[in-house]
């Protein structure tokens, strides 16, 4: 072989041996699914707020990220949902307090809050709760859902209280009222929501501690006679992530989600707040009676909802409490 024979062939080989080693090209990227679950069924109104998040994601982050809605509790139990996502199973969560509180106490404080989670942001309230989520439970705080301020829970009554007097009546509780009960003299009873309908009718208890809307799901407005039109506290709900699927995200993608995380807390709001309208027009259209305060027993009665309340969490809570009742008010 002549010398520019082995010229060419020496170019062909270094050509091939450069091809050999350069990088296959890159994939598309794609898209990341979240999978997540909410303590209540799809069609209870609490539930509305994930199914919006999960509207937003698909939306504005389409081919990039997406949502997919697993179920509630048939998936798994409220009490282990927390675990669920801090362990990686789920990667997003509908979180209610009162469902993880055992695990971050301090979580109790978006339920106690008199304002919504859009004043929140503004009060130094909603970093100081992502600082308390990252530091206990490694997961990331993402928004407040809990709707209207004073909208979350009320007492349905077979009696007539004598103003915001409650002596004499037993009421169906779960552990978030029991305080606010004895404070109004009344009597709390801890069972079952399914054993509720028949306790009303047999007189066992006089009425319930429920959340706003709901009671026609368990048909108990056939034995409730009265509504306390005064509610009382919020919702407690957040979007939590879990923090491993959070850090493979890119710094891009997490600044969408936090953006949606604001534009949900508003869109929340917005949503509880019609629902509450519709709630009080059908329960009108059956029939129930609306309990109105005066001032002073308005005032009564809100003491026992908060007063014990926030003395209780920052008593428990004394490292953060203080400060997330300062920024909660």
């Known amino acids: 072989m002549g010398a520019l024979g082995r010229r060419i062939l020496l170019g062909t080989l270094a050509t091939l041996v450069a091809g050999s080693l350069a990088p296959a090209p890159v994939a598309a990227q794609q898209a990341v699914v979240l999978k997540g679950i909410t303590p209540w069924v799809a069609s ?180 409730i006679k009265y509504v306390v039109e005064q509610a009382f506290y919020t919702g407690g709900s957040s979007i939590l992530i879990n923090k491993t699927v959070w850090d493979k995200l890119s710094a891009d993608l997490r600044a969408e989600l936090e953006k949606i995380g604001v534009e949900l807390e508003i869109e929340s709001e917005k949503y509880h707040g019609a629902s509450a309208k519709r709630e009080d027009a059908m329960l009108r259209g059956l029939g129930l009676e609306f309990i109105k305060f005066s001032d002073a027993d308005r005032g009564k009665y809100l003491e026992a909802a908060y007063g014990h309340a926030w003395k209780a969490f920052v008593e428990k809570n004394p490292k953060y409490g203080p400060d997330l009742m300062k920024t909660a008010q």
């Open 44 to 223: 209870y109104y609490w539930s509305e707020p994930f199914l919006i998040f999960q509207r937003l994601v698909n939306t504005r982050l389409k081919g990039k990220v997406s949502v997919d809605y697993l179920g509630a509790a048939e998936v798994i139990p409220p009490n282990n949902q927390f675990e669920a996502l801090r362990n990686g199973t789920i990667d997003v969560l509908l979180a209610g307090a009162s469902y993880y509180a055992g695990e971050i106490p301090e979580s109790m404080a978006g339920t106690f809050t008199k304002k919504p989670g859009s004043e929140l942001r503004k009060t130094g309230f909603f970093d100081l709760m992502k600082k308390v989520h990252l530091e206990k439970g490694n997961v990331i705080y993402i928004a407040s859902i809990g709707g209207e301020a004073d909208k979350a829970f009320r007492y349905f009554l077979k009696k007539k209280p004598v103003g915001a007097d409650f002596t004499g009546l037993k009421l169906r509780v779960s552990p978030i009222y029991v305080d606010m009960v004895k404070a109004l003299g009344g009597t709390p009873v801890n069972i079952a929501p399914g054993e509720v309908y028949t306790a009303l009718e047999r007189g066992v208890i006089d009425g319930v501690a429920w959340s706003y809307g709901g009671i026609t799901d368990f048909g108990w407005q056939e034995q």
